[in-house]
């Protein structure tokens, strides 16, 4: 589920922590998009993308409201 949150290799600007927490908490409607891409400083664009290299897959959770 979560196979690439822990690499070492990949450095990031956020601990790996803040990172899952904002997934989870995206992927279980308690935050928005627009509210998940300021967290984490990205484009609204960049969501799903940055969901699957972070190891979230979207069956597992309930379908991502669109907001």
Known sequence: ?????YDKDSPSKFLSRFIS???RCLME??????TFTEYLEIDR?????YLNDAGFVE????KIAAA
């Not at 589920?1 to 949150?5: E, P, Q, T, V, Y």
């Not at 409607?29 to 627009?34: A, D, L, N, Q």
């Open 45 to 49: 664009v960049e969501i799903d993308d």
């Open 29 to 34: 409607g308690k935050i928005s998009r627009g």
């Open 21 to 23: 927490l904002a997934c």
């Open 1 to 5: 589920m979560r196979r690439r949150l």
């Open 59 to 62: 069956e597992n959770y309930a």
